[in-house]
């Protein structure tokens, strides 16, 4: 079955520190893949997207995310994280057009 | 700007009520979307809509329905709220139908069915 999975479901790091938010996905091709963000009281925001190409992509907010095709992977990094960073942040992978499926999501504590 | 607004951000109703929820896009998008979100579960799609009238079912429409009679709105209806829909609730709208479109959320509807 189609299924994106995030394996952390609560990460904490110290501001300035790195990040790296793993997302595995489940599909026969390479779907199209997302990383999307959602502040405390807010919808979610698009970070990033991916579907062919250089598989280093780059977002907003100074996000990047790597595609790794034989570890079915598309995890999100930052080389220094804000104490603003602290959200939730969810993966997704559309696999047809109406069609998107959304992993369970990691929250992000970030420590002064 | 883009923006999409939802009628309430809290909502407290009765097992048995009729619950409508509001969502409305400026931004002239073909589709829309109400997703529910549950802590573990991430997002899952209840229905969605590509044109004025047009509905289609999602991953998990039991319990509800939907109506769009303006492009720019989309209904969600709990027809009889249940205590398992208590729920953060979430519409989005997508320009066109296709693949790798961004889809842009409103800001949610805490919805508590006591």
């Known amino acids: 079955a189609q299924s994106v999975t995030q394996p952390d479901i609560h990460i904490t790091v110290s501001e300035g520190a790195s990040l790296e938010l793993r997302c595995n996905y489940s599909?026969?091709?390479?779907?199209?893949l997302f990383w999307y963000v959602q502040s405390p009281g807010q919808g979610l925001q698009l970070l990033l997207k991916?579907?062919?190409?250089?598989?280093l992509v780059q977002g907003i907010k100074g996000f990047e995310a790597e595609f790794k095709r034989s570890q079915s992977s598309f995890n999100l990094r930052k080389p220094s994280v804000h104490w603003s960073d602290a959200a939730e942040y969810f993966c997704?992978?559309?696999?047809?057009?109406?069609?998107?499926?959304f992993g369970p999501g990691t929250s992000l504590s970030v420590i002064p | 700007d883009v923006k999409v607004t939802q009628s309430s951000r809290y909502l407290v109703k009765r097992t048995g009520e009729k619950v409508f929820l509001e969502c409305v896009q400026d931004?002239?998008?073909?589709?829309m979307f109400w997703y529910r979100q549950d802590p573990g579960l991430g997002l899952r799609l209840i229905y969605f809509?590509?044109?004025?009238?047009?509905?289609e079912k999602g991953d998990i429409p039991e319990g509800y329905s939907v109506s769009r009679e303006k492009k720019e709105r989309f209904s969600l209806i709990l027809e009889s709220a249940s205590t398992n829909q208590t729920s953060m609730y979430l519409c989005?709208?997508?320009?066109?139908?296709?693949?790798?479109?961004?889809?842009?959320f409103g800001p949610g509807t805490r919805l508590t069915v006591l």
């Open positions: 997704a992978a559309q696999t047809s057009y109406d069609k998107v499926i």
């Open positions: 599909y026969g091709a390479t779907p199209y």
């Open positions: 991916y579907f062919s190409g250089d598989t």
């Open positions: 931004m002239d998008h073909e589709n």
């Open positions: 809509s590509y044109d004025v009238k047009m509905k």
């Open positions: 989005a709208s997508i320009q066109t139908r296709g693949v790798g479109n961004e889809q842009f």
